[in-house]
T-cell receptor, first 111, second 110 residues
Framework: RKEVEQDPGPFNVPEGATVAFNCTYS??????FFWYRQDCRKEPKLLMS???SGNEDGRFTAQLNRASQYISLLIRDSKLSDSATYLC????????????FGKGTRLSVIA | DAGVTQSPTHLIKTRGQQVTLRCSPK?????VSWYQQALGQGPQFIFQ???????QRGNFPDRFSGHQFPNYSSELNVNALLLGDSALYLC?????????FGQGTRLTVV
């Protein structure tokens, strides 16, 4: 089983749609969770951290379920500029341990 | 603040050659990690440097080696290049759990 698994893509959605990405992780001792965004041929950039209580940043909402080892990202009112690959990322037990990335899910928002 | 900078941005090498990639971390960051991202895949951890020593290593062969300098900058060396080493090589610097990535070096082995 891969350490971090994500929904296979691509997701092709119209502008204004709501889209949800799911991710599961295998290491129950994982402590930190993130969603990164990666544009084509660019570096990954932190989109948001994910907390057990859930967190929201504008149109983006992230949820963490530790019992199920499941992470989600919801994007509301999709924009063309949201088109990118979204990477689910898990960190280890202590700080400065390496990030473990999922394969990524490609989103294309269509006009 | 210049952020994380990597050089070169693109590189073409021949099988069997050796390559050195460079990374300057974000100001104030003392930990540098290197990742390999093959086409269509997520980044895979190669190794991490802290206080000029390799602190952790991923599942990569000994052909991959590195170094960290007193100013926290770092190098990634790959010997005896294989076609399968073609990838985007990313450097990330961090303090605590948040990592910032450089723009990467795209290595093509022919």
């Amino acid at each position: 089983r891969k350490e971090v698994e994500q929904d296979p893509g691509p997701f092709n959605v119209p502008e204004g749609a709501t889209v949800a990405f799911n991710c599961t992780y295998s290491n129950s001792a994982s402590q930190s969770f993130f969603w990164y965004r990666q544009d084509c041929r660019k570096e990954p950039k932190l989109l948001m951290s994910v907390y057990s209580s859930g967190n929201e940043d504008g149109r983006f909402t992230a949820q963490l379920n530790r019992a199920s080892q499941y992470i989600s990202l919801l994007i509301r009112d999709s924009k063309l500029s949201d088109s990118a690959t979204y990477l689910c990322v898990v960190n280890g037990v202590v700080g400065n341990t390496p990030l473990v990335f999922g394969k990524g899910t490609r989103l294309s928002v269509i006009a | 603040d210049a952020g994380v900078t990597q050089s070169p941005t693109h590189l073409i090498k021949t099988r069997g050659q050796q390559v050195t990639l460079r990374c300057s971390p974000k100001s104030g960051h003392d930990t540098v990690s290197w990742y390999q991202q093959a086409l269509g895949q997520g980044p895979q951890f190669i190794f991490q440097y802290y206080e000029e020593e390799e602190r952790q290593r991923g599942n990569f062969p000994d052909r991959f080696s590195g170094h960290q300098f007193p100013n926290y900058s770092s190098e990634l060396n790959v010997n005896a290049l294989l076609l399968g080493d073609s990838a985007l090589y990313l450097c990330a610097s961090s303090v605590g759990t948040e990592a910032f990535f450089g723009q990467g070096t795209r290595l093509t082995v022919v």
